[in-house]
């Protein structure tokens, strides 16, 4: 009896698995070249995309990279600048003060 009914529950099964077949197997045909358009499309689209976003990084780090070379050329010249000045500032007061200490030795 158990086998009676292992086999009815099989047949059933492969009566249900045709008729999905030959309900809805045209329409699944039908639709594979939309989804491979689409597949391609969205393929491509994301290839393009992916380029772009590349392209934009490597942009934005050139000129990040020139910014910061920019900022350092500055602070270097300011720092020259500020030694220059300090060592102009040091002679001056070394040359003041050799020069008022002659006038009050005199």
């Known amino acids: 009896m158990r086998l009676l009914i292992r086999v ?3 047949g059933l099964a492969g009566y249900g698995a045709w008729c999905l077949y030959d309900r809805y197997g045209a329409a699944s045909a039908s639709m594979r070249g ?6 391609s499309r969205a393929s491509t ?8 976003v590349g392209a934009s990084a490597q942009r934005a780090a050139d000129e990040s990279r020139d910014a910061v070379s920019d900022a350092t050329s500055e602070v270097s010249r300011a720092a ?4 220059d000045e300090a060592e102009r500032r040091m002679g001056d007061a070394a040359d003041g ?7 009050t030795s005199s």
């Open 97 to 103: 003060g050799a020069t008022s200490a002659a006038s």
């Open 34 to 39: 939309p989804v491979q358009d689409f597949s």
């Open 8 to 10: 009815v529950i099989l």
């Open 45 to 52: 689209a994301a290839r393009d995309a992916a380029r772009q």
């Open 80 to 83: 020259q600048d500020l030694g």
